[in-house]
């Protein structure tokens, strides 16, 4: 059977990211100097450890011939999917990378540019200037990339650097992100590849972009266990491979689920 490496299911529904009690500035407004000072939190930026011991060679295989391909690639699946814990898996091997896992805070523009920005350059982001208007012009938004990616390109290096940005759904809502997605897909180029984790999917504008063959979408039923996988987990577990072939019954192959059936039974 052959699968289409670009899927064309219809988008799940949007969760509703967490927004500010505060009563919101019109655009173009700022904020105070001292809620405009970015906290950078260096926890974002820690590639997550790793999760069951399974190197999933399948789906690894599957997200290098879309990071050779594309320059964005979107994983979409639900919580305990295990996109996260995939991406970090693939990361680890490159040479060059950066993380960055967003929270509903990082709504804020100049939260999350500043804290974009120190993703890329080890921690820091005061060489890159950011806006602190609550909702910056699409200019300011492509101005901020266009000195982040002048930067990346003056690293050395033998491979493209991949940026993973986890939790995207957190901005769906934000007033500046189609902009930011937009300009940031279009500026790609050989040296840098977008890597994006969501539970949900970006609105139908955004969506289309894939029908551009500038964003390549890896859905969750791809996540799944399949037989065989769940079979090794359960061997590398020291458990008979046929509890794992049970479990993968019981949870349908959804990652979390799966593992904690295992972890019940066997702990």
């Not at 997550?48 to 999933?56: E, F, I, S």
């Not at 901020?144 to 930067?151: D, P, Q, S």
């Amino acid at each position: 059977m052959t699968m289409s490496f670009l899927l064309h299911e219809s988008p799940a529904e949007l969760e509703a990211s967490e927004t500010p009690a505060d009563t919101p500035l019109n655009d173009g407004q700022y904020k105070s100097s001292i809620t405009s000072r970015t906290i950078i939190n260096q926890d974002k930026f820690r590639v997550p450890a790793a999760g069951d011991g399974l190197r999933r060679t399948r789906l690894l295989e599957l997200l290098e011939k879309s990071i050779d391909q594309y320059g964005a690639t979107l994983v979409s699946g639900r919580a305990g999917s295990g996109k996260t814990t995939l991406a970090a898996d693939f990361v680890r091997s490159r040479k060059t990378r950066s993380w960055y896992s967003i929270g509903p805070a990082d709504s804020d523009w100049s939260e999350f540019a500043g804290s974009f920005a120190a993703s890329l350059f080890g921690g820091r982001s005061d060489e890159i200037n950011v806006s602190e208007k609550l909702n910056p012009e699409r200019s300011e938004i492509s101005q901020f990339l266009g000195e982040c990616f002048t930067m990346l390109r003056l690293e050395r290096k033998d491979e493209p650097r991949v940026c993973v940005l986890d939790n995207v759904h957190h901005l769906f809502d934000a007033s500046w992100f189609s902009a930011f997605f937009t300009e940031f897909v279009v500026a790609l180029d050989g040296n840098i590849r977008l890597l994006i984790l969501c539970r949900s999917k970006p609105s139908a504008p955004l969506w289309r972009m894939r029908s551009k063959q500038m964003l390549n979408v890896i859905e969750e039923n791809l996540l799944d266990f399949t037989d065989s996988e769940a079979r090794v987990l359960s061997l590398l577990r020291g458990i008979p491979e046929q509890v794992g072939a049970e479990a993968r019954r019981r949870s349908f192959g959804r990652a979390a689920r799966l593992v904690q059936y295992l972890h019940d039974f066997y702990p």
